[in-house]
C-alpha cells in the first residue's frame, strides 16, 4: 500500500459480530489492492472483539468507547489517507470488483464527486431476496420526497467531503442524507447500474422506536439549512413548499407510529396548507397505511422472536 492510497473504507461495527465476518471477508476479497481498511468497533458488547482478534494482521481494527454511527465515521474520515472515501456497514457485502469499478469511476469522471453501485437485497442468511434495489440520485426528488436510494458502497472525493465538513453530528435520522443533499450541489451523484453490493435486512434491522416529536422536527430542521445555502439554485428553491410540506408528512407518520393521532392529524393539516396537492380523503388513507405498516411489521417480528 502506497502513502496515499486510491481509497480510505471505513466499516463502524456495533453488536454485529453474526454478521462481520461475511463483511470483512468481501472486502479482503476486492480486486483493488491499493485502498486503506479500518474497522471500528464503537463500544460492542458481543463478541465483537473476539471476531476482529482472529482478523489480527489482515484487517486494521480500533476499539472505542461508544459515540454513535456519524461520531466515528466523521473521525475515521478526517484520520484517513485515502484520495476517495467510503464506508461499508458491517451487516452488508461487497462484490468482488466493486471497489475496483467505483474508483475506476470516479477517475475517468472528475465532474462526479460520488459514485455508487446497484445492490441486490438479502436476507439473514445472505440469500438474495430482491434484486437491483437502488435508484439513480436526482437531487430534486431527493429534496421533495427526503427519500434516498443510495445503497452500500458509495466512494466519494476527499475534497468534497473537508469542504463539507462532513455528516452532521446533531442529526439522527438521516444523516447520510443530509449529506448526499449538500454533496450534489459541488458535482453529479452518479449510480452504476450494475449490482455490485449486498444490502442486508434482518429482523435487527427491520425493529424500530418511533422517533420523538422533538426529532421528528428534524426533518424541518434540515430544509432550513438546506435552503439557507446561497449556492441552492432557483430551480430547487422552488421546490421548498412541498419539501416541506413532505416533511409535515414524514411527521404526521412517525406521530401515528407513536400512537398520537391528534397531533398526526395537525401535522397533516399544516401540510396540506402548504401544498394542497397533498390534501384529499386517498392522502389520508395513505397516511394511516403508512402509520400502521411499521406497526404491522414490529408485531410480526415479536412473533418471529426478532424483538424490538
Known amino acids: 500500500m502506497t502513502d496515499r492510497p486510491r481509497l480510505t473504507l471505513i466499516t463502524p461495527t456495533y453488536n454485529q459480530a453474526g454478521y462481520l465476518p461475511e463483511t470483512l471477508d468481501s472486502v479482503l476479497a476486492q480486486t483493488l489492492r491499493d485502498f486503506e481498511y479500518r474497522v471500528i468497533d464503537d463500544g460492542s458488547t458481543d463478541a465483537t472483539p473476539e471476531v476482529l482478534a482472529r482478523y489480527a494482521g489482515r484487517v486494521d481494527a480500533v476499539r472505542q468507547a461508544n459515540q454513535g454511527q456519524v461520531r466515528t465515521l466523521n473521525g475515521a474520515w478526517r484520520a484517513a489517507r485515502g484520495e476517495y472515501l467510503a464506508y461499508l456497514s458491517s451487516d452488508d457485502l461487497l462484490v468482488p470488483e466493486a471497489l475496483e469499478r467505483l474508483v475506476a469511476e470516479l477517475d475517468a469522471h472528475p465532474e462526479c464527486v460520488c459514485v455508487f453501485p446497484d445492490s441486490d437485497l438479502i436476507d439473514a442468511g445472505s440469500r438474495v431476496i430482491r434484486r437491483t434495489v437502488c435508484k ?24 468534497a467531503f473537508e469542504q463539507l465538513g462532513g455528516w452532521r453530528e446533531d442529526l439522527r435520522l438521516a444523516p447520510d442524507r443530509e449529506f448526499w443533499m449538500r454533496l450534489a450541489l459541488l458535482g453529479e451523484i452518479r449510480m452504476l447500474p450494475q449490482s455490485l453490493a449486498l444490502y442486508r435486512t434482518h429482523p435487527a434491522a427491520t425493529s424500530f422506536r418511533a422517533a420523538t416529536a422533538e426529532v421528528s422536527r428534524e426533518y424541518l430542521r434540515v430544509l432550513d439549512a438546506f435552503f439557507a ?17 413532505r ?31 397533498m390534501g384529499g380523503m386517498a392522502a389520508r388513507l395513505r397516511l394511516l397505511r403508512h402509520g400502521w405498516s411499521r ?14
Open 136 to 159: 439513480p440520485f436526482v437531487l430534486a426528488e431527493t429534496l421533495v420526497s427526503q427519500e434516498c436510494h443510495i445503497g452500500p458502497g458509495a466512494v466519494f472525493r476527499r475534497s
Open 229 to 245: 445555502m446561497p449556492e441552492v439554485p432557483e430551480a430547487l428553491r422552488r421546490l421548498e413548499a412541498p419539501a416541506r410540506a
Open 247 to 277: 416533511a409535515h408528512w414524514l411527521m404526521a407518520r412517525n406521530a401515528l407510529w407513536r400512537n398520537e393521532w391528534n397531533a398526526a392529524w395537525a401535522l397533516f393539516n399544516e401540510g396540506v396548507v402548504l401544498d394542497p396537492s
Open 295 to 308: 406497526h404491522l411489521k414490529l408485531a410480526y417480528t415479536r412473533l418471529r422472536g426478532g424483538g424490538a
